[in-house]
Every structure is written in structure tokens, then in C-alpha cells.
Antibody, heavy 126, light 109 residues
Framework: EVQLVESGGGLVKPGGSLRLSCAAS????????MNWVRQAPGKGLEWVSS????????YYADSVKGRFTISRDNAQNSLYLEMNSLRAEDTAVYYC???????????????????WGQGSLVTVSS | QTVVTQEPSLTVSPGGTVTLTCASS?????????PNWFQQKPGQAPKALIY???NKHSWTPARFSGSLLGGKAALTLSGVQPEDEADYYC?????????FGGGTKLTVL
């Protein structure tokens, strides 16, 4: 059974930092691209960042570029999101999601966010 | 900034049929945008329904179908059930970014 479990959320002051983790099980983690998606309270979904299976290609939404860093440890079956210079507008539930698609140097193909974790709440407030 | 637009809300009667659409501010949606559709119920994580325009996951009920319609991605529910009441989101691929639509709140009444 595929499982994705996020952790590391909590309350942080504006300008602070936080590191989210996503523990994966039930599949060969190193075969899949992974993503972070967030949802502010009462709002819709927002894609945050993607990382390919071997970390060859990494993408960020403009809203987090330069502040957030996605990474993965295939030996530990884990995905991470390092969040710096946090703002009130970063307050959200953060989900990790598996992607069955793949990327080459030219493009990505077959995007399919098939499995999602239950999410981790990040609150940025003084 | 790329915007993906969905109907904010739709209402359908049980047993009826409804089509949700997903439009791109950049022009017509094609299969190269790999449209994905997700269902989200209150307090739950999103659940994948459709990928690459029209492909269903093993858990996707047969009454859900995806297509391209008039330059948009579309999700059609045929024979709507009360448990289909939820928020529905589309996702489109733009090369170095992915963009979710604003979501459609589907009410079954």
C-alpha cells in the first residue's frame, strides 16, 4: 500500500524557517518524481515544487522561488521542503504527492499526481 | 501569470449529468497540458480521479470521465451520486510549472 506521511509543520514567526518531511512507503521511491502542493485555509490548491526521481530537474512556483528548497533522499525514502523567509501568506496545509510522470531535458511527460499524503499544517504568525 | 479557470460552483440533481471545465489563460488546452482532475471532500486530502486528459485510476468510479471540450479540459459526471458532492480541481502542465484551477464546488441537490 502506497503511503505518504508528512511531518514537520507547526507555528513559526514571520521571517522564520521550517523543514517539512514526507516519508514514503509501499513503492520504489527512487522511481518517481515527487511534489509539494499547499492549500491555504479555505482556499484552493497551489502547486509549490517538483523534483524528479534522481533530483536532476527541480521546479518551483514563482511565489516560493528563492525561499523554498525541495530535496530528496532516495536511500531514506524521504522528500523534504526547506522553507525560509516565511511569510503570513505561506500559511497552509502542505501536501506531498507522488507523480507517475517523468522529465527529460526537453520537457516532462505524463503528469499524474496519483497518491497524496494527509498534509502538514504550517502557520506563520507572530 | 498563467491562470487556470474553473466554474466556482455547480449544482446537479442526483442521477443527473454535469460537466466541469478547466480553461487556460494561454489559449486552448490540449493533451500536452496533461490535464489532471482531483476530488477533495472537507477535511480530506485531494484524491486523484483523471490523468492525461481522460485516463482513470483503478479507483475512479466509471461515472467520471475526462475529455477535451471546446478548447478546455472537461470532467463529466454521469449518474451523479450524493457522495459526489465535493470540490473538484484541475491541474495543467506548463513546461517549468504546474497550475491548479481555482476549483469547482459541486453541490448535489
Amino acid at each position: 500500500e502506497v503511503q505518504l506521511v508528512e511531518s514537520g509543520g507547526g507555528l513559526v514567526k514571520p521571517g522564520g524557517s521550517l523543514r517539512l518531511s514526507c516519508a514514503a512507503s509501499g513503492f520504489t521511491f527512487s522511481d518517481y518524481s515527487m511534489n509539494w502542493v499547499r492549500q491555504a485555509p479555505g482556499k484552493g490548491l497551489e502547486w509549490v515544487s517538483s523534483i524528479t526521481s534522481s533530483s536532476n530537474y527541480i521546479y518551483y512556483a514563482d511565489s516560493v522561488k528563492g525561499r523554498f528548497t525541495i530535496s530528496r533522499d532516495n536511500a531514506q525514502n524521504s522528500l523534504y521542503l526547506e522553507m525560509n523567509s516565511l511569510r503570513a501568506e505561506d500559511t497552509a496545509v502542505y501536501y506531498c504527492a507522488r507523480d507517475r510522470g517523468y522529465c527529460s531535458s526537453i520537457s516532462c511527460y505524463g503528469i499524474d499526481f496519483d497518491y497524496w499524503g494527509q498534509g502538514s499544517l504550517v502557520t506563520v504568525s507572530s | 501569470q498563467t491562470v487556470v479557470t474553473q466554474e466556482p460552483s455547480l449544482t446537479v440533481s442526483p442521477g443527473g449529468t454535469v460537466t466541469l471545465t478547466c480553461a487556460s489563460s494561454t489559449g486552448a488546452v490540449t493533451s500536452g497540458y496533461y490535464p489532471n482532475w482531483f476530488q477533495q471532500k472537507p477535511g480530506q486530502a485531494p484524491k486523484a480521479l483523471i490523468y492525461s486528459t481522460s485516463n482513470k485510476h483503478s479507483w475512479t468510479p466509471a461515472r467520471f470521465s475526462g475529455s477535451l471540450l471546446g478548447g478546455k479540459a472537461a470532467l463529466t459526471l454521469s449518474g451523479v451520486q450524493p457522495e459526489d458532492e465535493a470540490d473538484y480541481y484541475c491541474l495543467l502542465y506548463y513546461g517549468d510549472a504546474l497550475v491548479f484551477g481555482g476549483g469547482t464546488k459541486l453541490t448535489v441537490l
